[in-house]
């Protein structure tokens, strides 16, 4: 299998549930991302595993939580999510370097997340 | 700082004529920019990109963009519009070697074809 794979793609769960999304990228990228993409608004950063570096955005919940095993694995754990949680999750690698110039990234089909 | 505008949020055309879909960025140093585009239900795919070689640049599908320093644009093209076009884009900036966190996506711009 080629590129950036996600699993599940559609997923439900309770607001009490704990549940994981895997990403696996097959293309020897040594940064991976996670997204957050709700209808109306800009796609919004929540982690990234670059050059060994985690960079995580302030405003995400600690409900969300991520995890890299690997350079081609990326996790994200959830816990006691809300209603508005809900959104589409997108998975992304790149080949990061600290020289010039910036690469692009590659994109996963997401997880449609429904938290009821 | 940098940031990036995409000036219309939805863009309709008529199968056959030109696209046009407007971008503009800020930033402190050199920048590289992206076009990517997203079909329904579906993750991004890049389309193009900018790295400071030639400045317009061709992408799949027949789409170029073309980087405009003094007037900091990098608006995407195509010159005759395709039904399969309709899709959501993104214009997307990252200064040149800064931290991965620093790519800043737009807020997208939703082209639909008429027939």
């Known amino acids: 299998e080629t590129g950036v794979t996600q699993t599940p793609r559609h997923l439900v769960m309770g607001m009490t549930n704990k549940k994981s999304l895997k990403c696996e990228q097959h293309?020897?990228?040594?940064?991976m991302y996670w997204y957050k993409q709700s209808a109306k608004k800009p796609l919004e950063l929540m982690f990234v595993y670059s050059l060994e570096e985690r960079v995580e955005n302030n405003s995400v919940p600690s409900r969300f939580s991520p995890e890299c095993p690997n350079s081609s694995h990326l996790f994200l754990h959830l816990h006691t999510l809300q209603p508005e949680d809900s959104a589409l999750y997108l998975c992304?690698?790149?080949?990061?370097?600290?020289?010039?110039?910036?690469?692009?990234?590659?994109f996963g089909p997401g997880t449609r997340l429904t938290v009821l | 700082a940098q940031s990036v505008t995409q000036l219309d949020s939805h863009v309709s055309v008529s199968e056959g004529t030109p696209v046009l879909l407007r971008c503009n960025y800020s930033?402190?140093?050199?920048?590289?920019l992206f076009w990517y585009v997203q079909h329904p239900n579906k993750g991004l795919q890049l389309l193009l990109k900018?790295?400071?070689?030639?400045?317009l640049v061709k992408g799949i599908n027949g789409f170029e963009a073309e980087f405009k320093k003094s007037e900091t644009s990098f608006h995407l093209t195509k010159p005759s519009a395709h039904m399969s076009d309709a899709a959501e884009y993104f214009c997307v900036v990252s200064d040149q070697g800064s931290s991965a966190s620093k790519i800043i996506f737009g807020s997208g711009t939703r082209l639909s074809i008429r027939p």
């Open positions: 992304a690698s790149s080949q990061d370097s600290n020289s010039v110039p910036r690469n692009e990234q590659f």
């Open positions: 930033s402190s140093y050199s920048p590289s």
């Open positions: 293309l020897g990228h040594n940064a």
């Open positions: 900018y790295t400071s070689a030639a400045t």
